[in-house]
């Protein structure tokens, strides 16, 4: 019954930034671990970020020092600012929500709960 929605995606050129949100009800959000994947059209679902609940980080390599992920869990909210953004970055970006994810935090099957997605579009 967890319900995760996206808002923030848009259409900017390379070198802009966008933030995006990520809204949690119906859950203990403090206790989830949250993550960011994207996918492109005929890509697979690519791991991009997660936070655990102690607020440790693990970034995909392409995204360290333009992206960062926070978490307000107060709020229940999770933010992925993104910096300097590449035509590469394009995609439908996604949070998601684990109970616990182990080693396998960059797979999607690690995650229980997913939001609808938001567009991030990305003109060179």
């Known amino acids: 019954q967890v319900q995760l929605v996206e808002s923030g995606g848009g259409m900017v050129q390379a070198g802009d930034s966008l933030r995006l949100s990520c809204a949690a009800s119906g859950g203990t959000f403090n206790t989830y671990a949250m993550g960011w994947f994207r996918q492109a059209p005929g890509k697979e679902r690519q791991f991009v970020v997660v936070?655990?609940?102690?607020?440790?980080?693990s970034y995909l390599n392409s995204v360290k020092g333009r992206f960062t992920i926070s978490r307000d869990n107060a709020r229940n909210t999770v933010t992925l600012q993104m910096n300097s953004l590449k035509p590469e970055d394009t995609a439908v970006y996604y949070c998601?929500?684990?109970?616990?994810?182990?080693?396998?935090?960059?797979?999607?099957?690690?995650?229980?709960?997913w939001g609808q997605g938001t567009q991030v579009t990305v003109s060179s």
């Open positions: 998601a929500a684990a109970y616990y994810t182990g080693t396998f935090y960059y797979t999607p099957g690690a995650y229980t709960y």
């Open positions: 936070i655990s609940w102690s607020g440790s980080t």
